[in-house]
């Protein structure tokens, strides 16, 4: 029996917004490794005071051809520029128009949302922004929100993740 449930994708358009990460590169045994990025970029946010503005998140940067390596951030969407170390890094979510759903379950389940999203988005004739290189896809704009991610701390077991693909200009219904 399954236990998630995808809502029904939409198109959504976004200005860009400003924000704070930790970059990183793992393979598929070393998602908790995410956890402690988490942790450290939740302790230098309290330690310098900066206004997180929304929900956790993954930017997934590029993943290889077979999965195994996927380079990504870890980061928060804050008020305004800030400037970074040399851990933390500071970054646009970039303006544009994002194919979107909500994914509620387990993280082990989040192919089933991302398949939906793809089949809709084939079915609506718009295209994701993804380029390929010799070694896998990279990606301008492809981003998990954790919806239940407390505003600081640690929950790597996130229920409601919201998926944002972004899409080419000029694909858009």
């Known amino acids: 029996m399954d236990h998630y449930s995808t809502h029904i994708p939409s198109l959504h358009t976004g200005c860009a917004q400003p924000y704070i990460s930790m970059a990183m590169i793992i393979g598929k045994a070393q998602w908790h490794l995410t956890a402690k990025a988490i942790?450290?970029?939740s302790a230098w946010?309290?330690?310098k005071k900066v206004k997180v503005t929304g929900s956790l998140f993954y930017r997934y940067r590029a993943v290889s051809n077979d999965h195994e390596?996927?380079?990504l951030e870890v980061g928060f969407p804050v008020s305004e520029k800030v400037d970074g170390d040399e851990r933390v890094t500071s970054g646009l979510i970039p303006q544009g128009t994002y194919a979107t759903t909500l994914h509620c379950g387990s993280r082990t389940d989040l192919h089933h949302s991302y398949r939906a999203l793809q089949?809709?988005?084939h079915e609506q004739g718009l295209q994701w922004m993804a380029k390929p290189t010799d070694k896998g896809t990279?990606?301008?704009g492809r981003f998990e929100f954790c919806l239940d991610q407390p505003a600081l701390g640690v929950n790597t077991d996130h229920k409601r993740i919201a998926i944002a693909?972004?899409?080419e200009p000029g694909t858009s219904i």
């Open 39 to 41: 942790h450290d970029l």
């Open 45 to 47: 946010i309290v330690q």
């Open 69 to 71: 390596m996927t380079e």
């Open 119 to 121: 089949l809709w988005s």
């Open 138 to 140: 990279s990606w301008p």
């Open 165 to 167: 693909i972004m899409v």
